[in-house]
């Protein structure tokens, strides 16, 4: 049995991103860890979503747990910062967010827990972030520093094909209408140059088809965020099934000259 750690910005990102490998590597024997820098207080709770006097990080955090149920992770921790807003917010100047955060401090408190798990696998994201989220950058070098430190020696960044997701609007008219509905800067973020990764440079897919059905359980238990009625919740299942079927990664240093690879631990 081995070990990953997963290492994320906000709650809901991980079941976005990387559920169908944790779901995978949890069936496979090993222990999976969630780690998450905020509790996404910046986010916007859909209508009803909070309690009298609850407040969006705590109803987030406890949307995560559940989240990790179904995923079915060993442990969940938080690493204490505040949500830092999307680029250019004025939560980016809040002292208490990750985006404002010490960054040896930052680093210090991810490779505590790296220490205690002696993970052999890392995801954290790619060095953009995905699109530019401040938080998801932070995780990227934050990610990268404590891994360093602490000899994690296979670090993956989680990542979006941006030729695959392309290629998919291109083809299916009513995918690209429906983002351009329901989210439409969503689906702008597509179209620009630092949106995900081309197919060329990642270097593992792996197949979480047969996780389709935990993994948008997943991401329905964060419904404070997504709702049936949101993108994510009103795809398909086929639409589902061929946007959410493969997570993509990056090996960095190892540029993928054949196939993809297809498991993170091989």
């Avoid at 949500?83 to 980016?92: F, I, T, V």
């Avoid at 670090?155 to 351009?180: D, L, P």
């Avoid at 689906?187 to 630092?194: I, L, N, S, T």
């Avoid at 359980?217 to 049936?228: D, E, G, N, W, Y």
Wanted: include cysteine; proline fraction near 4%; charged fraction near 25%.
């Amino acid at each position: 049995m081995a070990t990953m750690v997963n290492f994320h910005a906000h709650p809901d990102d991980e079941a976005i991103a990387t559920s169908g490998t944790m779901m995978k590597a949890a069936e496979e024997g090993h222990r999976v860890v969630l780690v998450v820098a905020t509790k996404g207080e910046q986010g916007e709770p859909a209508a009803g979503a909070l309690d009298p006097g609850e407040t969006l990080g705590e109803r987030r955090a406890t949307e995560t747990l559940e989240a990790a149920r179904i995923i079915g992770a060993d442990r969940v921790e938080f690493l204490g910062y505040e949500d830092s807003g999307m680029a250019g917010d004025e939560a980016n100047d809040n002292p208490a967010c990750f985006w404002q955060a010490d960054f040896a401090e930052a680093v210090g408190r991810l490779a505590a827990i790296l220490a205690e798990e002696s993970p052999e696998v890392l995801t954290v994201y790619d060095p953009n972030g995905g699109y530019g989220h401040p938080d998801h950058i932070q995780v990227h070098r934050v990610g990268v520093e404590a891994a360093r430190e602490t000899g994690v020696a296979r670090v993956f960044y989680a990542t979006m094909n941006r030729t695959q997701i392309r290629r998919q609007m291109a083809e299916v008219a009513s995918m690209a209408e429906a983002m351009e509905e329901i989210e439409p800067e969503r689906a702008q973020r597509v179209e620009e140059e630092d949106f995900g990764t081309e197919e060329a440079d990642i270097t593992h897919a792996v197949d979480v088809s047969s996780y389709l059905e935990r993994k948008r359980a997943a991401m329905l238990a964060h419904v404070s965020q997504i709702t049936a009625d949101s993108f994510f919740g009103s795809m398909t299942d086929q639409q589902f099934a061929d946007v959410f079927g493969t997570e993509w990664y990056v090996a960095p240093g190892s540029p993928r000259r054949g196939p993809f690879a297809t498991d993170l631990f091989g």
